[in-house]
């Protein structure tokens, strides 16, 4: 078990209070999950409003609106996928939730709080398409690196190993990326984000440096080691891929972002390889490819 400083959330943020880590309470990160699992407190969500980001070029050049008007939540144990044109903004929308860049308008709430403060908790664990694992480093050390970074205590070995067996990787715990295949050090960047279990996963196309074979094995395992306990937002351009993981897809328009619509994926889970070739896997094929041409339509390039 691991534990984390957490100060109370409050029910409703402006943004920007900020409190010492020691007016906090000490709670496991397990008992954030129970709670969160238990649906007493709604910690486990995302929200955003009206948001808007301007990415600053040169002197000469107008700033470049990426997103505007965004409005999206993303419930408690939700799978989330975000489907749209390449330079819609995606990249840009997992960013501002995970505080890597400020929107220039809007807020955004992480589990009831500010994203300051989830990020201080070490809430999210982020999934990239590259798994860029330190090539000096073995699987399992690969897998322990963020849990380490964030200190001793958030390194628990057998939760570790254990979800390198979940994801397949047993007796491969040893081995240094180069002896690893395309697919399996993906797999140890998907364990690297759980290993200190945060509350909150972004996943920003993490499967698609990877063959088609390989990325549907992929997609049962992302399935497995999330297990419906926690927010899961996940980026990508397959329609087969959001359809086959996801609660919700959201379709987004060209430059500057903005949703278009959201698609709610009715298929009863756990979701099984045989579900694919149902006709009512493909009926919702049907309707959230309908929904990505009506993005196309609204000014949108193609996938
Ligand atoms: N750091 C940056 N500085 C300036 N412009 C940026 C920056 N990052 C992204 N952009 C621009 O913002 C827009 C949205 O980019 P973003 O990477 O979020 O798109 P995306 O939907 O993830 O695209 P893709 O599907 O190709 O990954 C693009 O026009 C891009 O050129
Ligand atoms: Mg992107």
């Given at each position: 078990m691991t534990w984390a400083i957490r100060k109370p959330a409050p029910a409703v943020t402006d943004g920007t209070e900020e409190a010492p880590p020691e007016q906090g309470v000490v709670v496991s990160r397990q008992a954030q999950h129970?709670?969160?699992?238990?649906?007493?407190?709604?910690?486990?969500?995302?929200?955003?409003?009206?948001v808007r980001v301007v990415y600053q070029r040169g002197r000469r050049q107008s700033g470049?609106?990426?997103?505007?008007?965004?409005?999206?939540?993303?419930?408690?144990?939700?799978?989330?996928?975000?489907?749209?044109?390449?330079g819609c903004g995606k990249t840009t929308l997992l960013?501002?939730?995970?505080?890597?860049?400020?929107?220039?308008?809007?807020?955004?709430?992480?589990?009831?709080?500010?994203?300051?403060?989830?990020?201080?908790?070490?809430?999210?664990?982020?999934?990239?398409?590259?798994?860029?694992?330190l090539p000096w480093r073995k699987a399992l050390s690969n897998a322990r690196l963020l849990a380490?970074?964030?200190?001793?205590?958030?390194?628990?070995?057998?939760?570790?190993?254990?979800?390198?067996?979940?994801?397949?990787?047993?007796?491969?715990?040893?081995?240094y990326p180069l002896q690893l295949s395309g697919g399996m050090r993906q797999r140890v960047g998907i364990v690297r984000a759980?290993?200190?279990?945060?509350?909150?996963?972004?996943?920003?196309?993490?499967?698609?440096?990877?063959?088609?074979?390989?990325?549907?094995?992929?997609?049962?395992?992302?399935?497995?080691?999330?297990?419906?306990?926690?927010?899961l937002l996940f980026v990508t351009h397959s329609i087969e891929e959001a359809v086959f993981l996801s609660d919700r897809v959201i379709v987004m328009t060209a430059r500057p972002g903005r949703v278009l619509e959201e698609v709610p994926i009715d298929l009863p889970r756990p979701r099984t390889r045989e579900m694919r070739d149902s006709l009512a896997f493909a009926e919702v094929r049907r309707r959230l490819r309908q929904a990505v041409d009506r993005a196309q339509e609204a000014g949108g390039n193609p996938l």
């Open positions: 129970d709670s969160a699992a238990g649906g007493t407190v709604n910690r486990s969500s995302i929200s955003l409003r009206d470049l609106i990426a997103l505007d008007h965004t409005n999206l939540d993303v419930g408690e144990r939700e799978f989330v996928s975000l489907l749209g044109p390449s960013k501002v939730i995970g505080g890597l860049i400020e929107p220039t308008q809007g807020e955004v709430s992480v589990l009831g709080g500010t994203v300051d403060q989830a990020r201080r908790q070490h809430a999210f664990g982020f999934v990239f398409q590259d798994a860029n694992l380490e970074v964030i200190g001793k205590e958030a390194v628990d070995e057998e939760r570790i190993r254990d979800l390198l067996r979940q994801v397949g990787l047993d007796g491969f715990e040893g081995s759980l290993a200190f279990n945060p509350a909150v996963l972004l996943m920003d196309e993490p499967f698609a440096a990877v063959d088609a074979l390989t990325r549907d094995v992929l997609a049962e395992v992302l399935l497995g080691v999330w297990a419906q306990a926690r927010p």
